[in-house]
C-alpha cells in the first residue's frame, strides 16, 4: 500500500458535522457534546490523576524542529515501510474499545476509512463485531490481543486470527491488571451496561446518538457482545446480570508470548512495553516489532510517556521495527517521533471521536487533516519523503528522555 508523490486532491465538502473540525483536537468537543457522559467519559478520560495523560501531550512542546530552507520540495510522498509492509502514511489507527458503541458499527467505519486511506488499523480484543467482520472489509486490520496466561487459550486465537486472515497479532502486554478508573466511577460508566432509569435518561437527553447509534445497532443487529476477547463469543453489552471476565490476565507472562511466536506464522508486535529491558525481552522472543506505549494514560498513573523513553528502546531493538502510541494529534507530532527513530506512529481517540461524529465520512476527514498536515510540515522543514526526517532536524536540549540502560529481567 504504497502512496505516489503527493498530489493535492479536489476539495470536498465534509459531513455537516465536521465542517467546524480543522485538527483532530477539535474533535473531542464535538464528541462531549454528541454522546452521553458516561460514554465519552470512557473514552476520553485516563487513569486516577491524568498525570501520564498529561505528560503525553507536554512532551511533544520539549522537542523543535531545526528546518532546512531553499531545497525544493516539489513532490512530496508520505509513504513508508514498517515490517516489511508499505503504507501510505506514517500513521494508523489505534486499537479501541466499544467503538460500535460510540459510533454506528463503528470498527467497520475505522477499518474501511484505514483500508482506503492504505494505513492499518488495529481490531481491538474489546470490540463489539467479529474480527472476521472487519478482516473482510479491510484485509490489511491487524488484531490486539488481551491474553491470559492460559497457553492452550492463547493458541486458540491465535488460530481464530490466521483463519481470519489477519497477517498481524498484537499482544497487549500493559493490561495484566485493572486499574483505577475513577472517571469512570464519577461519570457512570460500566460494561456490561445496565437496562435502567439512567440509560433512558441518557439516551432522551441525547438523541442524535440514541437513535444514530444505540437504538439503531439494536434493532439492526440484536445486543451486541464483546466479540473477540478470546476463541469464542464474550458477554453481551447490554445485561442485568453478565460480568465481563478479567481474571487470569494477572498470570500472563512471556512464556505465553513465546507460545504464541510458535504457532503463530504472520507478523508478531508486543504493544505496552516501556522499559528497554522490556524491548530487548520481546527481541530475544522473536518479536517483529514492538509498540511503546502507555495505554493513552489509562493503565498506570505517572507512567513515562513513551516518546520519552524511545531513544533508549532503540538501543535495545535489534532488528525489530519500533512504533509508538499516546498522545498523537498532529503531524508535527508524528515527525517528532519519526525524527527520534519511531518507525511508524498510531493515532486512537480522535478516530473514535470522527467515527462517532459521522461515521466512515468522519474518519476520511480525519485522516485527511493528518495527511494534510503532514505534506505541509515536511515541505516547511525542506524534505520530499520521511526517510529525510532524522534527528539533525530537532531541537533537543529541553527534551527529558529516559536514559539507555541496561538490560535486566522484570521484577519477581
Known sequence: ???????????????????????????????????????????????????????????????????????????????????GQRHAMPFGIAPMGVSALTGYRGDLSLARAAQRAGIPMIISAASLIRLEDVAEVAPGAWYQAYLSGDQAEAVAMVDRVERA??????????????????????????????????????????????????????????????????????????????????????????????????????????????HPADVAMAREAGADGVILSNHGGRQLDGAVSPLRVLPAALAQAGGMDIMIDSGFRRGTDILKALGLGARFVFVGRPFNYASALAGEAGVDHAIALLRTQLVADLGMLGLLDLKGMTKDLLFLDGFRAVPPQRTAPPPG
Open 1 to 83: 500500500m504504497s502512496d505516489p508523490a503527493f498530489t493535492p486532491a479536489p476539495p470536498q465538502r465534509p459531513p455537516r458535522r465536521m465542517r467546524r473540525i480543522f485538527a483532530l483536537e477539535d474533535l473531542e468537543d464535538a464528541a462531549r457534546r454528541l454522546l452521553p457522559r458516561p460514554i465519552f467519559g470512557y473514552v476520553a478520560g485516563a487513569s486516577e490523576t491524568n498525570a501520564t495523560l498529561a505528560d503525553n501531550r507536554r512532551v511533544f512542546d520539549e522537542i523543535q524542529f531545526l528546518p532546512r530552507m531553499l531545497v525544493g520540495v516539489t513532490g512530496r510522498r508520505l509513504d513508508c515501510e514498517v515490517m
Open 165 to 274: 486472515g489477519i497477517g498481524t497479532f498484537v499482544i497487549t502486554a500493559d493490561s495484566a491488571v485493572v486499574p483505577s478508573r475513577e472517571n469512570n466511577l464519577r461519570t457512570g460508566y460500566r460494561t456490561p451496561i445496565r437496562p435502567d432509569a439512567a440509560l433512558l435518561w441518557h439516551g432522551m437527553t441525547h438523541p442524535s446518538w440514541s437513535l444514530g447509534t444505540f437504538l439503531r445497532t439494536f434493532l439492526r443487529h440484536g445486543n451486541p457482545h464483546f466479540e473477540n476477547a478470546g476463541p469464542g463469543r464474550g458477554a453481551p453489552l447490554l445485561s442485568r446480570q453478565a460480568v465481563r471476565d478479567f481474571s487470569g490476565r494477572e498470570s500472563l507472562d512471556w512464556a505465553v508470548v513465546r507460545t504464541v511466536r510458535a504457532r503463530w506464522r504472520g507478523k508478531l508486535v508486543i504493544k505496552g512495553l516501556l
